[in-house]
């Protein structure tokens, strides 16, 4: 969902003092719909952001590059979620997957999944660039074939390219 | 008025008047002051003045970054609530989880505010990271979950606010708060106590009008009645009576009278064109270029007609027609 954009949306309207209701007349979607996108909990298709952007004056480029942006960073938490080495996370979400016996309902691996995703990706910036770069996803994807050697020689390069993602 | 100053605690050992008491102040601390509140707002504002991290969640988000299927996210992990309040000690950090897909939009304002109260209430902490069932006895789980309850109810639906307006009913109170129908009845049964006992009267609830001066402020509205967001909350000022013959009135240079030639009126403003009370034109001569009416002008709360086009306007409170940004 499109917080960031949601709340892009919610900012251009009350700049310029246009009413969600009237916002709605406007673009012919509903006041409800757009409460839900102005909070980042729904979607808008593309059809609906060429609306908002027609009636908010502002171009449709600006709002597709921060819906972009958005799913990219919920792609680099979701990355780091399914790489993470889970045996390290520490299992202390004890509220959440429990019944009242204090036994898990829920697998601890998708316990521990659910506490990296609320934690959010620690280093949102070298993932991102591992999404992105083809190079660097090659690297990432050969490093379970590679010698410790290499993997040393990796490193060196990687703590170069990204210093405060080495940072202890 | 009486003023109340027992502290009620039910059975249960629910603190009623500590979670209403700690609702004002937060009304008051993050300017709470105007309805429907906005609870995402308020969650950023109240994240930026207490340093707490705090995010809110979707269980669509959730389900994406995890991998894992929506239902077991719901089912496992909310509890099939329509959110949860989660604290990670070892992060310092509160993540509110919503489903998303609850309807109406009231509902999902509800819970927002609801989970932000176990936050402020302060109900969760290093060992109690979430209030679910489970991790409590009984009654303090009821305990809690009733005091987010009148936490919310508190903020997103003020008693007094309420009272003043004269909105009583529980449709009135879904319209004005932007809640649900259950939310709406619930705040419906807390009013009709405070009308029928009015020992329940608290100074507290008079801290908050000072808040809400702008929502509650009287005005004139130049436009047509079903322009207007809440219909039934407009009445409209009887006209002035007018003299069957005009009076003898100075001439400004400016071509305008200088009070109505009619009713006598002497509060017209520089740019008026016509009479407030009694709509008459304020120029001995047509002008050019008169507005075309009506013109969705504000006026004063005492006005009968436009002063811009002379067209007749509806008294309302400005916060029942329009929302906070748009003044």
Known sequence: MGKKLGTYIKSLRKEQKIPARVLSERTGISKSFIDYVENGLREPSAESLAKIAAALDVSLDTLINIQVEEQLDKAATAFEVSNADLENVSLDLRAAGRNRDNKSNVSEEALKKVKLALQGSSNKQAVLDIIQNADLRAIFRASDNLSDDDIAKIRKVMESLYPDAFKH | ?327
């Open chain 2, 1 to 327: 008025m009486r003023l109340n100053t027992k502290r009620k605690k039910s059975a249960k050992g629910v603190d009623y008047g500590f979670a209403t008491q700690t609702a004002r102040e937060f009304i008051q601390k993050y300017d709470i002051n105007w309805l429907p509140v906005d609870a995402f707002e308020i969650v950023e504002k109240y994240a930026v003045a207490t340093h707490k991290n705090i995010e809110i969640k979707t269980i669509e988000d959730l389900s994406y970054e995890t991998g894992l299927d929506r239902q077991t996210l719901i089912n496992k992990v909310i509890y099939g609530e329509d959110g949860l309040a989660i604290y990670d000690p070892g992060m310092d950090k509160y993540s509110i989880v919503l489903d998303e897909k609850a309807e109406p939009f009231g509902r999902v304002r509800w819970t927002v505010i609801h989970e932000l109260g176990h936050i402020e209430l302060g109900h969760l902490n290093d060992t109690r990271t979430s209030i679910v069932k489970w991790l409590l006895s009984t009654k303090e789980y009821e305990k809690m979950e009733q005091e987010a309850h009148i936490f919310a109810g508190e903020v997103l639906a003020p008693k007094f606010i309420l009272y003043r307006i004269g909105a009583h009913s529980s449709a009135e109170i879904q319209d004005i708060c932007g809640l649900s129908i259950a939310a709406s009845d619930s705040r419906e049964n807390a009013i009709r106590e405070l009308i029928n006992d009015k020992r329940k009267m608290h100074d507290s609830m008079l801290q908050i009008i000072p808040t809400f001066a702008s929502f509650l402020e009287f005005k004139t509205i130049c436009c047509a009645p079903e322009a207007l967001r809440i219909q039934s909350r407009i009445t409209q000022n009887p006209p002035a009576q007018k003299q069957t013959s005009p009076l003898n009135v100075h001439i400004l240079p400016s071509g305008k009278y200088e009070k109505c030639p009619l009713c006598g009126n002497m509060q017209i403003s520089d740019d008026a064109n016509y009479c407030k009370l009694c709509g008459t034109l304020l120029y001995e001569t047509l002008p050019q270029n008169l507005p075309s009416s009506p013109c969705n002008r504000l006026g004063d709360k005492d006005a009968s007609y436009c002063e811009n086009c002379g067209h007749i306007v509806y008294k309302t409170r400005i916060g029942l027609q329009f929302e906070r940004d748009e003044i």
